[in-house]
């Protein structure tokens, strides 16, 4: 069974830079097709996809986000990790990672992590 979990700090001061790790089990972050991503949800309002690292470990961004964000990967601990700097209140949200397949060209959303609350305040 494929499990992801998020994991990090619940706080994090305005200007700082936010990290969080995937932890995945159950299969491994390099197979073929899969994409590894994050999501985040504001409070009351809707999701924002924020960016994946691929199966080979190509990268692609929300294009709102590409200068602050960075996905990486650790492949002998089968996480992978997102970090967002210079941070505001305006990105205090529940952060999602979540595997997605693709095929044909296009991407399916395939599980995700429970969730975790990031609360971006002084």
């Known amino acids: 069974q494929v499990q992801l979990q998020e994991s990090g700090p619940g706080l994090v001061k305005p200007s700082q830079t936010l990290s969080l790790t995937c932890t995945v089990s159950g299969a491994s972050i390099t197979t073929s097709s899969y994409y590894w991503n994050w999501i985040r949800q504001p409070p009351g309002k809707g999701l924002e996809w924020m960016g994946y690292?691929?199966?080979?470990?190509?990268?692609d961004y929300s294009s709102t986000l590409k200068s602050r964000a960075s996905i990486s990967r650790d492949t002998s601990k089968n996480q992978f990790t997102l970090q967002l700097s210079s941070v505001t209140p305006e990105d205090t949200a529940v952060y999602f990672c979540?595997?997605?397949?693709?095929?044909?060209?296009?991407?399916?959303?395939?599980?995700w992590g429970q969730g975790t609350l990031v609360t971006v305040s002084s």
């Open positions: 979540a595997r997605f397949r693709g095929q044909g060209g296009f991407m399916y959303v395939e599980l």
């Open positions: 690292i691929g199966y080979s470990g190509s990268n």
